[in-house]
Nanobody, 124 residues
Framework: QVQLVESGGGLVQAGGSLRLSCAGSGRTFGSYAMGWFRQAQGKEREFVAV????????LYADSVKGRFTISRDSAKNTVYLQMNSLKVEDTAVYYC?????????????????WGQGTQVTVSS
């Protein structure tokens, strides 16, 4: 069992930065690939980024590539999403999720555990 708690969301102006954190509990946290997803109001949940068990492999959605960076600190059981050059269209609730196959999947239904989400609002 893995429990995930996101933090770091908030209100920021376009062009600004935020860093999201996802703290995981459970001895097996290091056995999961960790992904970030987001869901804007009235839209489906979409993939943002994923990092492998060891942190050596990452995958990004085209919409955030070059602006967002995913990383993990295994010693702290924490995954981060550094978001730079934020745009109004990045506004959404951001969720972290854990997936056991380490295949860097982008499909939400493949993920086993989810956090409660943190709101990110980017103003123009």
């Amino acid at each position: 069992q893995v429990q995930l708690v996101e933090s770091g969301g908030g209100l920021v102006q376009a062009g600004g930065s935020l860093r999201l954190s996802c703290a995981g509990s459970g001895r097996t946290f290091g056995s999961y690939a960790m992904g970030w997803f987001r869901q804007a109001q009235g839209k489906e949940r979409e993939f943002v980024a994923v990092v492998s068990w060891t942190g050596s492999r990452t995958l990004y959605a085209d919409s955030v590539k070059g602006r967002f960076t995913i990383s993990r600190d295994s010693a702290k059981n924490t995954v981060y999403l550094q978001m730079n050059s934020l745009k109004v269209e990045d506004t959404a609730v951001y969720y972290c999720a854990a997936e056991g196959s380490n295949l860097l999947t982008t499909t939400p239904s493949k993920y086993d555990y989810w956090g409660q989400g943190t709101q990110v609002t980017v103003s123009s």
